[in-house]
C-alpha cells in the first residue's frame, strides 16, 4: 500500500494510482531525453481523431484484420525498459479524477506532512518520475515530481502520500 497515492478532494472520482504499473504504458515519457529534446505542442483530441480516421481509411482500403499485424505497430523496448528513466504526465490521472468546477489548487501531501501547493495550470504541468535506471524508485518513492521545465531534475519533490485537490 504505501506505493499507492490516492487523488483526493474536490474531484468526481476518488482514484488511486499505482506506479508499479506505468511501465508498459504507452503515455510515459522517457526522462532521459524528455528535458533535453524539443517539445512539440499535440491537441489530443485532434491526435485521436486523425489516428481514428487513418484506422478507419486501413480498414476500408484493406480490411480489418484482427489482431492488428503490421508491421509499424508500436512493440515493447524490453531493453529500454529495464535500463530506462520514465515518467508520467499528472495531467492525465487528474483528468480521469475528473477534478470540480469550483477547484482552484492541488496539494501534493508529503510523507512528512508537508505540502506543496499549486494551480490546477501548474499541476496539470507537472511529471511523476517513477524509474530511474530501470528500476523502480525506492528512495523518497514511489515518485518524484518534476517541473515541465525541467528545472528541478537534481533536486526533485520526493516522498509524495498523496494529491488533494481543493
Not at 512539440?40 to 484506422?55: I, P, Q, R, S, T
Amino acid at each position: 500500500m504505501e506505493n499507492i497515492i490516492p487523488i483526493k478532494g474536490l474531484v468526481k472520482y476518488s482514484i488511486t494510482i499505482d506506479p508499479t504499473v506505468w511501465i508498459f504504458d504507452d503515455r510515459r515519457l522517457d526522462l532521459n531525453t524528455y528535458f533535453t529534446s524539443q517539445k512539440e505542442e499535440v491537441d489530443e483530441d485532434l491526435d485521436y481523431l486523425k489516428k481514428a480516421g487513418a484506422h478507419w481509411s486501413r480498414e476500408i482500403m484493406e480490411g480489418a484484420t484482427f489482431p492488428p499485424t503490421l508491421k509499424t505497430e508500436r512493440k515493447f523496448d524490453r531493453q529500454g525498459m529495464k535500463t530506462g528513466t520514465f515518467g508520467m504526465e499528472i495531467k492525465h490521472f487528474l483528468k480521469n479524477a475528473e477534478i470540480k468546477a469550483d477547484a482552484e489548487r492541488v496539494f501534493l501531501e508529503l510523507k512528512d506532512g508537508k505540502e506543496h501547493a499549486f494551480s490546477i495550470e501548474e499541476a496539470n504541468t507537472l511529471i511523476f518520475k517513477y524509474s530511474q535506471d530501470g528500476k523502480p524508485i525506492t528512495d523518497g518513492g514511489p515518485v518524484h515530481v518534476l517541473f515541465a521545465d525541467g528545472s528541478n531534475v537534481e533536486n526533485p519533490i520526493k516522498n509524495v502520500a498523496a494529491i488533494r485537490v481543493e
